[in-house]
């Protein structure tokens, strides 16, 4: 299979494009710089220069492919409806021509279990939270995708959880060790009893290998191998690991503590991957999250240096 891979070069797209080579299929990845190009080339992959702006570029990378996996994303958080946007048209650009084309196409889009309705359990069959402004923009791509299932192409949805981590940024993890580097503490809100889903980055990218070979039209999976780990936990062991205090805050000050990253902090994303394992017999493998703190502090003082 030929595979067109957005956001080939990012942190989970670079694991899933290894993933796909490594069980024979071709990769076209796009690429926005020559460093990227470079990237894809050194791993055996083929390049298309663009962004995910341009609905040309990914218009051709579709029709020259047979799937298409899509993880590419505009993290504009100053504009994140106009980011959300960009997302469902280029959605829509790439399967329009998936759905044209004809045959056994598949679609495989990129969402987020924090879509989901916090403080308890989700799971592959709950929808976007409506009400959470954040979670309905980017819960939007969702359908956009499974529309496609309609005319014939194999559209599916993956959720990544928020603390997606291994070699590199690991999502909500890196952004907590950035804090406590930043403060000198590790800290969690109140009792630190809220949650984070998370799995690691190479078990999601055999599970978009997985859904681009055979996934059912309309189906949607969780990258999730822990379904919830307490932000005490974390916190415990990044300070455990930076040898710094670890202290509880009350929730008037997270604002001033974690700055942008307030929503973090005091999310609360339990979400289950069950139906996900038994449809696609899928069994993540990899370290846990806390097994990997170490890693995620390593790679921040890298970037920090």
């Not at 990012?10 to 460093?35: C, I, P």
């Not at 993290?75 to 045959?103: H, K, P, Q, W, Y």
Request: glycine share 12%; net charge negative; hydrophobic share 45%.
């Amino acid at each position: 299979m030929r595979v067109f891979v957005t956001g080939s070069t990012g942190f989970v797209g670079s694991a899933v494009v290894k993933e796909l080579l490594t069980a024979g299929h071709e990769v076209l990845g796009l690429a926005r710089s020559d460093k990227g190009v470079e990237q894809l080339k050194g791993q055996g992959a083929e390049a298309l220069r663009g962004t995910i702006e341009d609905l040309q570029v990914l218009k051709k990378g579709a029709s020259d492919c047979d799937a298409v996996i899509h993880l590419a994303f505009v993290n504009n958080f100053a504009d994140f409806a106009g980011s959300c946007a960009t997302d469902r048209a280029a959605i829509t650009a790439m399967g329009s021509v998936l759905a044209a084309a004809g045959g056994d196409r598949a679609l495989v889009i990129t969402s987020g279990t924090m879509m989901l309705a916090q403080g308890k359990l989700g799971d592959e069959d709950h929808g976007a939270d409506m009400t959470n402004p954040m979670a309905a923009a980017r819960g939007a791509s969702e359908p956009v995708c499974l529309e496609f299932a309609k005319q014939g192409v194999r559209a599916s949805v993956i959720r990544l959880p928020p603390a997606t981590h291994g070699p590199g940024v690991s999502g909500f993890a890196g952004m907590f060790v950035t804090v406590a580097l930043e403060k000198g503490v590790s800290a969690y809100v109140a009792e630190g009893q809220n949650r984070w889903s998370a799995g690691h980055r190479d078990d999601a990218a055999k599970l978009y290998r997985l859904a681009v070979e055979k996934a059912k039209p309309g189906s949607i999976f969780h990258a999730v191998a822990e379904e919830g780990v307490p932000l005490k936990d974390i916190a415990t062991e990044v300070g455990k690991q930076l040898n710094i205090p670890v202290v509880s805050i009350p929730a008037e000050e997270v604002e001033d503590h974690f700055g942008w990253f307030h929503f973090g902090s005091t999310a609360d994303n339990e979400a289950s991957s069950a139906k996900t394992r038994e449809r696609l017999g899928w069994t993540p493998v990899g370290p846990t999250l806390i097994e990997d703190i170490p890693g995620v502090i390593d790679f921040v003082k890298s970037q920090a240096a």
